[in-house]
């Protein structure tokens, strides 16, 4: 369990508990609004927020009841492999429950809580019980080669078979007999029902090739390596290479492959290691300012060079031992910029990708207001907020601090990708450096982008289903875009008769474009055309109302309002808790003309 867990306090019982666990773990504390004095973080909702880490891959440990943490998770259960661990503790300190999670950290972490507070640990998974391990867990730096068969071999054991130990014993069990082995080998050996392979990982494996190389001839030349030194690809605990190759395909592709870290090193730290080499070059010295890549990676890793740069017609590779497995690593990661779209506002709008990818992130760039609604999911997190106005300055930080190598996220509201920073994240990539773009660095970051639900359809969700048949957004912001040509999307949109959406309608300054909307839409739309107005949405102070577009009056309408104009086929179906607003697809003609051929007959 490599993230760092939560603990999650209810009241001031747990408080003094919930404290002492934060400090022994190195975990922030968060804490019920109103029912808690101090914490990290305060959170309204017990549910909602249990539910919120969890869907973000964050461990849990609730000083409270189980059947919260139950009800809170259960409806997300889905896989037990990705899944983060989550544990209960009583209010008096008695009892730790590994609730989820017993084999993907949750059972050790509850026998340290246990040890630390003179707690019971309550652990149930049958393994555990019996062996005081699980198998299917191996300490930091092996890796397991066989998952798949780590329940029948756990099995067979707590029916009675007989354990050997081959190689080094890194659980401290007995050997009992020949039924069941467990080895511990660098070497490529076949796991089975009555074996478990555990490789440990010592080996780092140096990278070089020319740019946009063919994954596939690099991958060969890997396994040819391997194999041809007899190392398991599970003994290699990352790749490295020079950091103009962080966004190499072929690299990332191999990083991929083996399911290990990917660590870059600059020029010069690589040529540090140039004596150590036993191929350097003066050509590579001239081209990348380094005497040597796939080696120099290597060695910059740590330990000492056993395989010796091999190569193909575009790529190179090379192996370092370590005389233990490699847990911390030098060097640093490829940086990642997350463009993330939190939703109108409320958390169960919030994705759970988007939750995840904010819970890896290390530093949060964003407007205040929008990273303020991630609400405890942003605490202890470093954040850089910008005003509005800042929208450019916003995203050029972002990217050059995912060029250091950071996780960035770059929180927008609704979904980035409408109206928000994901097309200006992908304007400055296209630019270079000379043309007021960003880095070389930052042109190598991993960029991802993750869908949230937008103010439209927020709006639409609570009108009821006015997308129901063509619609189209127009922004009647004129700060980036001339007013003519807003103008002349306006009579576009009227005359095909679209469902319009008006993101920034008003601003402080920006009074009249709205009003102008108003009568070039009434010139090819009834006048009782619906229109809602919908402000704040997914926050406490939600407003949604509905008018006539001939009584659309601009001083209803502030920045924070999405507003949203039927089409001449658009109506209000009026129900008994109020009017819902639709658009007709076209089914009802199929209706009545199913009705006109009953009644003929």
């Not at 920045?559 to 658009?570: F, H, P, Q």
Request: net charge negative.
């Amino acid at each position: 369990m490599a993230v760092t867990p939560v603990i999650l306090c209810l009241n001031s019982a747990g408080e003094p508990l919930a404290h002492r666990l934060g400090q022994f773990l190195g975990a922030p504390v968060h804490g019920r609004e109103n029912r808690v004095e101090k914490a990290d973080a305060y959170f309204p909702n017990a549910l909602d927020h249990a539910r919120d880490l969890f869907a973000a891959g964050t461990p849990i440990i609730g000083v409270c009841a189980s059947g919260i943490l139950i009800r809170a998770v259960a409806p997300l259960l889905a896989d037990k492999t990705t899944e983060p661990p989550v544990l209960s503790v009583s209010d008096d300190g008695k009892v730790v429950i590994p609730l989820l999670g017993g084999h993907r950290g949750a059972n050790r972490l509850a026998a340290r809580i246990a040890s630390e507070i003179d707690a019971t640990p309550a652990v149930t998974t049958a393994g555990d019980i019996a062996l005081g391990v699980a198998l299917d867990e191996p300490p930091l730096g092996y890796r397991l080669a066989n998952p798949q068969h780590a329940k029948p071999v756990m099995s067979a054991l707590l029916n009675g078979a007989g354990l050997s130990i081959t190689g080094e014993n890194i659980f401290g069990l007995d050997a009992t007999g020949t039924d069941i082995d467990l080895t511990v080998s660098e070497t490529p050996t076949e796991g089975s029902g009555e074996r478990l392979v555990y490789h440990p990982q010592k080996y780092a494996l140096g990278l070089g090739c020319a740019r946009n190389a063919d994954s596939d001839e690099m991958w060969e030349l890997v396994q040819t390596t391997l194999a041809d030194n007899n190392i398991a690809a599970g003994a290699v605990a990352c790749i490295a290479s020079i950091d103009l190759k962080a966004d190499e395909p072929a690299m990332n592709a191999i990083a991929r492959r083996l399911g290990v870290p990917f660590r870059l090193f600059t020029a010069e730290e690589l040529d540090a290691q140039t004596p150590n080499l036993a191929n350097p070059s003066d050509v590579v010295f001239q081209e990348v300012g380094t005497h040597g890549v796939s080696e120099a990676a290597a060695l910059a890793i740590g330990g000492s060079l056993t395989v010796t740069k091999q190569k193909t017609a575009n790529c190179t590779c090379a192996l370092t031992r370590a005389d233990t497995p490699i847990s911390d690593m030098n060097g640093r990661p490829r940086g990642r910029l997350s463009v993330v779209g939190i939703g109108p506002g409320q958390a169960s709008w919030r994705t759970p990708e988007v939750s995840r990818l904010v819970a890896d992130a290390e530093e949060l760039v964003g407007y205040g207001l929008y990273i303020d609604l991630l609400g405890p999911l942003a605490a202890g997190k470093k954040r850089s907020d910008f005003p509005l106005g800042g929208e450019e300055a916003r995203c050029r930080y972002a990217l050059e601090q995912a060029a250091l190598g950071k996780n960035v996220a770059l929180v927008c509201s609704g979904d980035a990708g409408i109206y928000a920073m994901g097309a200006l994240v992908f304007e400055l990539l296209d630019r270079g450096p000379d043309e007021q773009g960003v880095s070389d660095a930052a042109h190598r970051v991993e960029v991802v982008c993750s869908p949230g639900v937008s103010a439209l359809q927020g709006a639409a969700a609570r009108a009821g289903a006015p997308l129901g048949h063509d619609f189209c957004t127009i922004s009647l912001s004129d700060l980036l875009t001339p007013r003519d040509d807003i103008i002349r999307r306006l009579h576009a949109a009227a005359e095909g008769d679209f469902v319009i959406a008006f993101y920034n309608p008003v601003s402080k300054t920006r009074r009249t474009l709205l009003a102008e909307a108003r009568d070039i839409l009434l010139q090819h739309r009834p006048a009782d055309t619906p229109v809602m107005l919908a402000s704040n949405l997914g926050r406490p102070t939600e407003n949604v109302r509905y008018r006539r577009l001939d009584q659309l009056e601009v001083d209803e309408v502030d920045m924070l309002t999405v507003v949203l104009i039927g089409s001449s086929n658009s109506r209000l179906a009026q129900l008994g808790e109020g009017p819902r607003m639709f658009t007709p697809r076209g089914y009802a003609r199929k209706i009545d003309g199913d009705l006109a051929q009953g009644a003929s007959k």
